[in-house]
T-cell receptor, first 112, second 118 residues
Framework: AQSVTQLDSQVPVFEEAPVELRCNYS??????LFWYVQYPNQGLQLLLK??????LVKGINGFEAEFNKSQTSFHLRKPSVHISDTAEYFCAVGGSNYKLTFGKGTLLTVNP | ETGVTQTPRHLVMGMTNKKSLKCEQHLGHNAMYWYKQSAKKPLELMFV???????ENNSVPSRFSPECPNSSHLFLHLHTLQPEDSALYLC?????????????????FGPGTRLTVL
């Protein structure tokens, strides 16, 4: 069985500040990890993914995430956020069963 | 049209109505999904179709009936819904890897249909 825990339901930050959104997972099989973003009134859009290889993954819009197998984590980071980064962010884990399991989401609010 | 499209974007229906949601993917993918997104809950996977065959029915009530006539189109037929079925319904598609890998790579989502059941 797979599960995803996003530790913060809401993260408020000021513009140009760094941000980290936390994600922990559990899985009994090889894991594939994803971060998606959902802007208001839109579907989910892929930010980045880890399938194998380098544990530091770079995605769109300046985001990156690091896969840490020993800590079963896949935290998302950005060194300097913009107002336009305000959105809900979802961490997901996939395995060898054709399904993705999503976390509950973290609402990132960037204030001026 | 590109990506994944969904119609209608908004739907209001009574509990005795019958309606259908439509999803179309223009990405040449072989798998399609229906998700339910309710406030304060994780995305709930409802159905998966892989190569037009239903491979997952995640204990969804029978008042939701999926149909996948080909690999590009997916429908969700609705009848006698309950107010608690009000939610955003998202469609997604992916290019699944066949066994033994058998995992789902990136899923591409449509904008969703906001359903309100009165």
């Amino acid at each position: 069985a797979q599960s995803v825990t996003q530790l913060d339901s809401q993260v408020p930050v000021f513009e140009e500040a760094p941000v980290e959104l936390r994600c922990n997972y559990s899985s009994s099989v090889s894991v594939y990890l994803f971060w998606y973003v959902q802007y208001p009134n839109q579907g989910l859009q892929l930010l980045l993914k880890y399938l194998s290889g380098s544990t530091l993954v770079k995605g769109i819009n300046g985001f990156e995430a690091e896969f840490n197998k020993s800590q079963t984590s896949f935290h998302l980071r950005k060194p300097s956020v913009h107002i336009s980064d305000t959105a809900e962010y979802f961490c997901a884990v996939g395995g060898s069963n054709y399904k993705l399991t999503f976390g509950k989401g973290t609402l990132l609010t960037v204030n001026p | 049209e590109t990506g994944v499209t969904q119609t209608p974007r908004h739907l209001v229906m009574g509990m005795t109505n019958k309606k259908s949601l439509k999803c179309e993917q223009h990405l040449g993918h072989n798998a399609m999904y229906w998700y339910k997104q309710s406030a304060k809950k994780p995305l709930e996977l409802m159905f998966v179709y892989n190569f037009k065959e239903q491979t997952e029915n995640n204990s969804v009530p029978s008042r939701f009936s999926p149909e996948c006539p080909n690999s590009s189109h997916l429908f969700l037929h609705l009848h006698t819904l309950q107010p608690e079925d009000s939610a955003l319904y998202l469609c997604a598609s992916s290019q699944d890897k066949p066994p033994p890998a058998g995992f789902t790579d990136t899923q591409y989502f449509g904008p969703g249909t906001r359903l309100t059941v009165l």
